[in-house]
């Protein structure tokens, strides 16, 4: 056997035990395993990157094919977090030596463990980091940049429904002469969010972002408006839709109440439930338009359709909702074509 393929033996073999921590909420079993598995002489960007990193995409997976609680999911996500922490006592990175780079998460995102996992990744190749987490507002970012000028700042999204705030800040940081280079699945599988709004970069992941980061990044151009970069936007679709956004949903859920009776027994909380996957639906249709992507949101559909089949509801239910969202938006031509397109698929 190679040296290579053992290599490879060694990582999938500590994913499986983290993934076996993790998942019975064994906090310490999953330190021991990151322990041993740089103990090991396992590189510890392969560590972070395919063996924790690998671990929690299976738990976003297991999740959405229902074999995970949500419990159990934060759970999960909770212990690796802590587990990166490890890091800080087990190895010694090397001193910065490439720059300084800010990492942080669009206002309103709160999965931060892509950014976490970049951030480390970006220590262990020798950057200096600061790293501000989850939910950072665009004036908060802004006002670090004044303060510590970074070389740029790396801009991690991972629901599309952020894609606006996303653009204003990396407007934000462009007028404060700082590029950005963006990264996560808010962004699209191939960047063409990214590019869109006018980052100077995109990167698929953590390993991709640090290579693209060893060379300077251009710096930005003059700054502008969002109108500049997204003139569909002009029709004020999207700014129509987000105002009305809680009436949408009050009308939409009275409607679904008139087509399916057995709905007006629903309990308070299914109710709850129900108006909280209805405002999901508007926000991910507002976010499509904002882009000017149906795509976007057929996409979203289509992962809330595969949610809803792995719980054994049909796919089809979504349908009645989309119909009488179309009606309401009749004279918005752009999201009533999406509206009708998502019919149809799901149909």
Request: charged share 20%.
């Amino acid at each position: 056997m190679s040296t290579a393929t053992t290599r490879g033996t060694g990582v999938a073999e500590h994913a499986e035990r983290l993934w076996a921590a993790v998942t019975t909420g064994n906090e310490y079993a999953a330190g021991d395993v990151v322990v041993q598995a740089l103990g090991d002489g396992t590189d510890p960007e392969s560590v972070l990157l395919d063996v924790i990193g690998a671990v929690q995409r299976r738990v976003g997976l297991e999740w959405a094919a229902n074999r995970l609680t949500v419990a159990q999911e934060h759970a999960a996500t909770a212990i690796n977090d802590r587990v990166i922490a490890t890091f800080g006592f087990v190895l010694k990175r090397p001193e910065p030596h490439l720059g300084r780079i800010t990492v942080a998460c669009v206002d309103g995102e709160w999965h931060a463990m892509p950014a976490r996992l970049l951030a480390e990744v970006l220590r262990l190749r020798g950057f200096a980091v600061d790293y501000l987490g989850a939910q950072v507002p665009a004036p908060h970012l802004v006002a670090h940049l004044h303060r510590i000028g970074p070389d740029a700042v790396a801009l991690s999204g991972s629901l599309a429904t952020r894609l606006p705030t996303a653009h204003a800040t990396i407007t934000a940081c462009q007028a404060a002469a700082t590029p950005v280079i963006a990264g996560g699945a808010a962004f699209g599988p191939d960047g063409r969010y990214a590019r869109l709004l006018g980052a100077e970069a995109w990167a698929p992941d953590a390993r991709a972002a640090a290579d693209r980061l060893a060379e300077p990044l251009p710096r930005p151009h003059t700054a502008h408006q969002p109108l500049d970069d997204l003139p569909h936007l002009a029709d004020q679709e999207y700014t129509l839709v987000t105002r009305s956004a809680g009436r949408l949903v009050k009308t939409v859920l009275a409607g679904l109440e008139e087509r399916i009776p057995a709905m007006r027994e629903y309990t308070d909380l299914q109710r709850q439930y129900t108006a909280e996957d209805l405002a999901h639906t508007v926000e991910f249709l507002a976010a499509a338009l904002y882009v000017g992507d149906g795509e976007l949101f057929t996409g979203f559909l289509g992962w809330t359709a595969g949610i809803l089949t792995s719980r054994g509801v049909p796919a089809a239910s979504l349908v009645p909702a989309l119909e009488l969202l179309e009606t309401e938006l009749r004279d918005f031509p752009r999201a009533a074509g999406m509206l009708r397109t998502a019919q149809g698929q799901l149909a």
